[in-house]
């Protein structure tokens, strides 16, 4: 998609409403688990064009939702659509939360690009949210965080110092560090080397478990990887068709058995032309 999401969503999860309520998110979602997110009947025609018409979809709660699909086929739109950012050509469409509660300010969004501010420490990079907000920088948690995503020690250094790897986990401990229960996280490690992907793979599938995660990715391995659901879009307009994913708990190994022949699968389901 040609425009950029709201930088404070990006770079924070923060939607713009939220900045101004005093509450932070560990307060708010207290006691509320992960819900279930439904999208229906979207209908979006930027420029003239139908991309989507009828789709629907659903992210089950506290889980990860793989969601392939050729490119433009509207995978960053739903993401959008769900966050509440603008949509060019929009004109149905509903997202709705299984518990009922407005999904305004439950959100983090994690990019490809890890919109690190190259002026920043590592640690301010993670403490960002906070600071956008005007309330006191929780540094212990950051540190905490930091540690999490294997990069305890390197709190001071600025993002040129830091490998891609590197500065995509940066990008996932501030994603946790916001804490939201539901995690939109699109093509996160797509310029990644394999062996580093591989590595966050199973990094996002343990720090993320428990929350509603959509991914969206270009890579089949990765959605038979860390799909707890995994989904295609496709056909003009685009609808969303299920994949049964393979069996076991996610991240899970290369070595699963199966695993070549789902892939074979999945690639067929992806290649196929409406
Ligand atoms: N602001 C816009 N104006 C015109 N067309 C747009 C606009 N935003 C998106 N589109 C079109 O809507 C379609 C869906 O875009 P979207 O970014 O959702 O696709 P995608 O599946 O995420 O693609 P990719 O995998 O390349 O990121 C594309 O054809 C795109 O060109």
Known sequence: MPDTPDLSIILTGVSPKDRHTGVSPEHRHAGHPPPAVDITDVRVRPGGRLVLDGCGLTLPAGRITALLGASGSGKTTLMR??????????????VTASDGRPL????????????????????????????????PVDAPR??????????????????????????QRVALARTLMEDRPVVLMDEPFGALDAVTRHGLQDLACRLLRGRTVL??????????RMGDEILVLSGRPAIARRVTPPPGPVPR?????DLGARLAALMAVLEARP
Do not use: K
Request: glycine share 12%.
């Open 215 to 224: 991914l969206v990715t270009h890579d089949p391995l990765e959605a038979l």
């Open 81 to 94: 659509l769900i966050a509440g950012l603008d949509v060019a050509g929009f004109e149905a469409g509903h």
């Open 104 to 135: 305004d300010g439950r959100i983090a969004w994690m990019a490809q690009q890890d919109l690190l501010m190259p002026w920043a420490r590592v640690i301010d990079n993670v403490t960002l949210g906070d600071r956008l907000r005007g309330r």
């Open 253 to 257: 190994p290369v070595d699963t058995p």
């Open 142 to 167: 950051a540190h905490v965080m930091l540690d999490a995503v294997g990069l305890a020690g390197i709190a001071r250094l600025r993002p040129a110092a830091l490998s891609g790897g590197m500065r």
